[in-house]
């Protein structure tokens, strides 16, 4: 059965799936890419911080912050998804983000990215689904691509791509 749109019109099932994904997203860089998690999930951006590094935890975990109180875990994007590692800058920063685990609940993660770029609106006419690479890539952490003015934007499902982690949920 199709998804109707307010006013009414049947909507393809692909087209529905990213129309559930517009809305307000924060744009961030990796490397020359540009990247986006949905509003929803930050709570907060902050510069890099003295980060406690935890042993036996995969080399992306770069440890953990303390962060008025509470110890949060702290992933680098770069190294999550096998790009080279680079020194921090004044740019580089923290996104302190919700993710959903999945014994049930949420908790508070920071993810290193290069730099922020933008709080933009993305309309479901802008999104498209991800490719499928097959059983190449594990293509869950993207959820779709925003094509806007030109460029494309890739759209993180943080959920399944931290979430999912028993190793980093249990830092």
Do not use: H, W
């Not at 309309?123 to 190449?136: I, K, M, Q, R, T």
């Amino acid at each position: 059965m199709n998804a109707v749109t307010s006013d009414g019109r049947a909507v393809e099932p692909a087209a529905a799936t990213t129309q559930a994904f517009a809305g307000k997203y924060l744009t961030f860089v990796l490397d020359a890419e540009e990247y986006a998690v949905s509003v929803l999930k930050v709570r907060e951006i902050i510069k890099v911080m003295d980060i406690t590094t935890v042993p036996q935890l995969p080399s992306y975990v770069k440890g953990v912050i303390n962060l008025r109180g509470k110890v949060i875990p702290v992933v680098d994007l770069r190294l999550k998804f096998g790009m080279a590692a680079k020194d921090y800058s004044e740019r580089t920063c923290i996104i302190v983000v919700d993710v959903a685990v999945k014994s049930g609940g949420a908790v508070l993660m920071g993810v290193v990215v290069d730099s922020v770029s933008d709080v933009m609106n993305i309309s479901a006419d802008e999104l498209a689904e991800p490719p499928d690479f097959g059983e190449v890539a594990d293509g869950n952490c993207v959820q779709a691509l925003a094509k806007i003015k030109g460029t494309v934007k890739i759209l993180l499902n943080l959920d399944s791509m931290l979430g999912a982690d028993e190793e980093l949920v249990r830092v």
